[in-house]
């Protein structure tokens, strides 16, 4: 089994915070990359924010500078702090994964989504 377990989405005000978690569980081989991606109705999804694994990080250019992507390695967790939310972060955000999860085979793994409005 492979579980993907997102929290900490919602509704906020313009310029609020919000920190979405991701927690992996399953029989862990090896995990790669883990990071965030986001889809808003009518676009497509898009990368938010990733870590690599052995310390590099990825920011979309919109959120650069207002998010933050942090690792647990020892929780196989990943989280992202979101600081001065806008309208536009208003989406699905999903977990994503790569690594061997109760296999040696390499893939990729997804989140069932947490919404994050932001709204005044």
């Known amino acids: 089994q492979v579980q993907l377990v997102e929290s900490g989405g919602g509704l906020v005000q313009p310029g609020g915070s919000l920190r979405l978690s991701c927690a992996v569980s399953g029989t862990i081989f090896r995990l790669s990359a883990m990071g965030w991606y986001r889809q808003a109705p009518g676009k497509q999804r898009e990368l938010v924010a990733i870590d690599i694994t052995h310390g590099s990080t990825n920011y979309a250019d919109s959120v650069r500078g207002r998010f933050t992507i942090s690792r647990d390695n020892a929780k196989n967790t990943v989280n992202l702090q979101m600081n001065n939310l806008k309208p536009e972060d208003t989406a699905v955000h999903y977990c994503?994964?790569?690594?061997?999860?109760?296999?040696?085979?390499?893939?990729?793994?997804w989140g069932q989504g947490t919404q994050v409005t932001v709204s005044s």
């Open positions: 994503y994964v790569d690594g061997m999860i109760g296999t040696t085979t390499n893939r990729g793994y």
